[in-house]
């Protein structure tokens, strides 16, 4: 194995655990800004209050891209256990 070969593997893995974590990252963000504008403009500051809708968000993001996800991460174990013999 060659290390083009080892960088390339971890240019890819490294990119495809980006693509597969962005989407619950970016709504957990978004969600996180807007519950913070809340609580700045009421002054209301429990705790819950910040922790529970982020985690309501993130479940049904995963439910929507759930398949999604599963796809992309089976495709680039195939893809890396085909070039497996190639590699060795």
């Known amino acids: 194995m060659t290390l083009d070969q080892v960088i390339s593997i971890g240019k890819e893995t490294l990119g ?3 693509l597969v974590a962005m989407p619950c ?3 957990s963000i978004t969600v996180g800004l807007l519950v913070s504008i809340f609580q700045a403009t009421t002054q209301i500051h429990d705790q819950t209050l910040s922790f529970v809708p982020k985690i309501v968000a993130v479940m049904v993001t995963l439910m929507l891209f759930g398949g999604w996800m599963l796809r ?8 890396l256990i085909e070039q497996l013999p190639g590699l060795i």
């Open 16 to 18: 495809v655990t980006l």
């Open 25 to 27: 990252l970016a709504v």
């Open 72 to 79: 992309t991460l089976v495709d680039f174990a195939t893809r």
